[in-house]
């Protein structure tokens, strides 16, 4: 299939690279000229423009966007539709704000265009590993994306089944999932990333009360002295929770014991925020999901070690450089 893609930064630069090497043509263009003539040598037809992007591709046109969400997303989407026809598909692989994705799709509809909203998780990994991603949109312009998706989808892999209804859509199996219409996909998306801030948050606090029991504020002989790199280690291995992420404290805490890398100032990127507040209009309680954006929020004044490793495992998946500037 060919696709058209808008943004190759760390996660949009290896979709591209993923979906050619199974054959996929893709026509990329980005602000950086050195990341398109990067993909351009690896196989990819490269565009200056929005619309020689528009132009190298054949109708019926399917771009997808993996911008920052907000502004970069919003124009760049309004400038692409004047390039676009009726029968066309806007992507946006982003972490778009879910009402923004249902005002969109009402928008280009008028003219006739169909918007997809993909959320879109694993980071700077999903070269090799895939992608998980919650897909929301019309079912026909999703089934005509199948192609894409389940390239760049993990597939089953080795994963254990679990026992599933006969008519279970066995998409998700593959790693893929078509949630709704437009805006569910990064509203199931944007729920994920809340859980990842409280599940990030459990491991932070529980190895700060690992590395302080060495606190010379307890008795000596309740001091000990732990090895959290064993622990974390360990704890891969048969423990119930066994993680990714915790894959990722062990790799951090093993090339760096003290965290001393890490200024433990830990950025939230958005989704956090709007799940809480999606709490808030549903009147569902989130103590958990919200402490933890709490945490981050007071992370940015003061750092605790469990801060530092909340800051090694967003670096671990998605490459996350956190700003030592408090604020």
Not at 4 to 28: A, E, F, K, Q, Y
Not at 162 to 172: G, I, L
Request: glycine letters at 12%.
């Amino acid at each position: 299939m060919q696709l058209g893609v808008i943004g190759l930064g760390r996660m949009g630069g290896n979709i591209v690279r993923r979906l050619m090497r199974d054959g996929h043509s893709c026509v990329v263009f980005d602000q950086s000229a050195k990341a398109v003539s990067d993909l351009a040598e690896a196989g990819a037809t490269g565009a200056d423009s929005l619309a020689a992007l528009a132009q190298a591709l054949v109708p019926p046109r399917a771009v997808w966007l993996m911008l920052p969400a907000g502004a970069p997303t919003e124009t760049t989407i309004a400038a692409l539709a004047d390039h676009l026809a009726a029968g066309d598909t806007v992507i946006d692989g982003g972490n778009s704000f879910y009402k923004d994705d249902i005002r969109r799709a009402k928008a280009l509809a008028a003219k006739g265009i169909t918007y997809v909203d993909v959320g879109t998780s694993g980071g700077v990994w999903g070269l090799e590993r895939g992608y998980c991603m919650m897909v929301g949109g019309e079912p026909g312009a999703v089934e005509r994306l199948d192609p894409i998706l389940k390239t760049l989808a993990p597939g089953a892999g080795d994963i254990p089944r679990t026992k599933r209804a006969d008519d279970a859509d066995p998409r998700a199996v593959e790693g893929y999932i078509h949630a709704g219409p437009a805006g569910s996909g990064h509203f199931v998306k944007m729920v994920h990333n809340g859980i990842e801030y409280g599940l990030m948050q459990a491991y932070a606090e529980g190895f700060d009360i690992l590395r302080n029991k060495a606190s010379e504020a307890l008795p000596q002989d309740e001091r000990f002295d732990l090895n959290l790199a064993d622990i974390a280690e360990v704890w891969r291995r048969g423990s119930v929770v066994s993680s990714w992420l915790l894959d990722l404290t062990a790799q951090a805490l093993a090339g760096d014991a003290r965290l001393e890398h890490y200024t433990g100032a830990v950025a939230d990127s958005g989704e956090g925020r709007w799940t809480i507040e999606a709490a808030v209009e549903e009147a569902v309680p989130a103590d958990v999901l919200a402490a933890a954006l709490f945490a981050r929020f007071r992370s940015r004044q003061d750092h605790t070690f469990g801060e530092k490793l909340l800051s090694a495992m967003r670096f671990g998946f998605g490459g996350h450089v956190e700003s030592p500037v408090k604020g």
